[in-house]
């Protein structure tokens, strides 16, 4: 009953639309009816600006820690239990009761998770996003991209549930990202006002 209580919990911890709540109550704007429409940091960065995005991406990534840190705190064993109960909260994330079912990708979300789990592993995902963002200047390349290379990158770690659940997150983020891959073959993908990849568009205009 107790890991049951979990689940349902890390549901709605996930569920928070920390973008939503943020642009509405500290902003006084509704980030769905703006820039990409969607509730993530990603949005929330673009239209809330730098203080505004960065309030909602530390609030994206407690929501995954926090939910998947339940079993920890209810004394649940063994660890694991953290990554199963984590994607509860990336599901509340991509699916929230709170905003008709909607959500956003739970590229964050899943970070958090892997920061209750094994911070080691938590610190090479955020260098592999960070790495691909400055190289491509696309934040939807950095966290496809970036969550194939954490995939395989688990397998270093000898940790065969961290790999599953990493593979149960990519593709959940290969599909919230679909409308990201057309705009890519289109090139019309948005991209962040620095890295690499804007340097060299700006450079053939």
Not at 10 to 17: H, K, M, Q, V
Not at 61 to 89: E, N, Q, R, Y
Not at 113 to 141: D, K
């Amino acid at each position: 009953m107790t890991l049951v209580f979990c689940f349902i919990l890390a549901y709605l911890i996930g569920s928070i639309p920390s973008g939503v709540w943020v642009g509405q109550l500290f902003f006084h704007q509704d980030i769905r009816t703006a820039g990409s429409h969607n509730i993530g940091t990603t949005n929330a960065y673009r239209v809330l600006g730098p203080v505004g995005g960065s309030i909602v991406l530390v609030m994206d990534i407690l929501k995954g820690t926090l939910g998947a840190s339940l079993p920890a705190f209810f004394g649940i064993t063994p660890h694991w239990w953290v990554l199963i109960v984590g994607l509860a909260a990336v599901f509340g994330h991509t699916c929230s009761v709170f905003i008709g079912f909607k959500g956003g990708k739970a590229v964050a979300t899943s970070a958090g998770i892997a920061l209750a789990y094994n911070p080691v592993f938590f610190l090479f995902c955020c260098a592999v996003f960070l790495s691909l963002v400055l190289l491509t200047s696309m934040v939807s390349v950095a966290s496809t991209l970036g969550m194939t290379l954490v995939v395989l990158g688990s397998l270093f770690f000898h940790d065969w549930i961290l790999t599953a659940v990493a593979t149960v997150v990519w593709l959940v983020i290969m599909v919230r990202h679909r409308a990201n891959f057309a705009r890519i073959k289109a090139g019309t993908e948005n991209m962040v006002p620095f890295g690499l990849g804007q340097y060299l568009r700006r450079k053939r205009q």
